[in-house]
């Protein structure tokens, strides 16, 4: 195989690799953002995305179907839980959240385990992504460029919707400051709800993209919400920019430092955080925090 | 602490030392990693409670206390005695180096950094197969006698004495430390870090050094583990027991030092009764988080005292 095909295949697939971690790290980023909140159910929901995206996916004989549905179950979902629970908590401290969320990941993990058993579930992808193509006469799975451009579509549509949207504006300015959104008329409450349900959604989405490529299984919840963290702490906690230049610095060390460095690839995401955060404490993009 | 409030401890550490009396084997296994585990939450309270550093990665304590303790005790003929305390202060030192990075932040990113190191951890523990044995860990592990032939920790219930006597004598260290002017500062660090600085003190020294002590007395709870479970392995190490003992802090009442001992025992108990009640109890498990935060946010211990306090005011006014 030569060198530059090689290369060029493990940019897509550390591509392929940071849009599945974007969908995460950005969800869990805009929920920081506006609530000050870790939610630690993020990896829980992700799983749930994946095994509700299986059973849609066997239900409509359709992958398409599951890709558009699944998402929006899981993000009402999150929404209700927000509306329900996380509402009662906001004048508490920030430690109630962590407790919450944690519980919610168990009952979620839990919920999951006995709907769908225990044992990892196929989901296969739809038969027009199901080839390869040839990266210059590289063979390489058609499923992967996909993810990548979903990706691009998705980061685009958020980037569009924050800036443009009257709901992104809302979003933008209740982040900076709640109290006086809340004074210029702004219904704080259902901006939150909104967007924990649309963060909880685009955790779902990456579950749902994900489960193609890894199978849907109990422990890929507890895999992902570190990474996730990690995204969220590079680029630096509230930043939608920030989780897309962490969700690339992940994935490209990820496939790299897997190929190259196998023994240390894991260890080497800790130390690329850690070197960031002791430089910069709020994260690359963050405000000092 | 009040009188009434010292013969309550006092009482339940004798009854705690008469346990290997009435209590048949399997009940002092469990007794004996609950207090563990208590002593092992009780060391994060010192952060979390009192100074209100939110460490998501306590269980990098616990992990190098336990790969520590067990390494020695594999591959050397050192006592049971000597290793534990050793690798208790192994841990210690070296998180004056962890406390002394995280401390550059605050706030969430020092959660963050906190959790990035434990992570570090994790993921030298897979590779490092020659001393930490990789994914199947350190197995075996001894309770070596000594010295002088000294063997009474080895049996099950001598070193269930060995736990009680470190949970008891951590307590009183920390109680201590509480007390006095360092612990002031650390409450000070708590309420309000920029005053604390601004009457002169070095808040940046007292938060390492209590991180310093944190992680030296969770590490001496994972150097009792390895011995005890005969064992150390990976998930020592891993976010999710860091996220559990938050946990068993939060749902014991932190800043109260006995809150989260009986959280640890709460939380072991639980998960024992509920997962040979039914097989779905991380469900119930979940659920039990979410009301504790909803209706008793300030912990079974703060449940406790406030109850205690009002059967005191009720009998007095009648």
Known sequence: MNTLAFLLTQIVNALSQSALLFFLGVGLTLIFGLMRIVNFAHGALYMLG?????????????????????????????????????????????????MVTFGLALVVGEAVRLTWGPDALQVPPPDLLAGVMFILDEPFPLYRLFLVATGVIVAVAIWQFLERARLGLLIRATSQNADMASALGVDVKRVRSAVFGIGCGLAALGGVLAAPLVTASNGMAATVII????????????SFLGSLIGALLVGFVQVFGNYYLPDLALAFMYLVMLAILVVRPGGLLGKEA | MSAGLRALLVSVVVVLAAAPLGLPPFAMTLLTEALILGLFAMSLDLMFGYTRLVSFGHAAAYGLGAYACGFMLLHTDMPLLFVVFGAALLTGIVAIGVGWICTLATGVSFSMLTLAFAQLLYAISFKWTSVTGGSDGLAGIPRTPGPFGFDALTSKTG?????????????????????????????????????????????????????????????????????????ANTELLFWLLSGQVLIMVIVGGSGTLVGPILGAAFFMLMEHQLSSWTEAWALYFGLIFIAFVLFAPQGIWGVATAWLQRGRNSTRTS
């Open chain 1, 50 to 98: 994946a095994f509700v995206g299986y059973s849609l996916t066997k239900w409509s004989g359709n992958y398409w179907v599951a890709l558009a549905v699944a998402p929006v179950v899981v993000g009402l979902l999150g929404a209700a839980f927000e509306f329900a629970i996380l509402r009662r908590l906001y004048r508490r401290d920030a430690h109630a959240f962590l």
């Open chain 1, 227 to 238: 990474d996730a963290f990690v995204i969220v702490i590079i680029g630096g906690m509230g």
């Open chain 2, 159 to 231: 070193f269930y004495y060995l736990v009680l006597a470190c949970l008891v004598g951590a307590f009183l260290v920390c109680f201590a430390l509480v007390r006095s002017p360092f612990g002031a500062v650390l409450r000070g660090i708590r309420e309000n870090e920029a005053k604390t600085i601004a009457l002169g003190y070095n808040t940046r020294l007292y938060k390492i050094a209590v991180v310093a002590v944190a992680y030296a007395l969770g590490g001496l709870a994972g150097a009792l583990y390895a011995p005890f479970a005969g064992f």
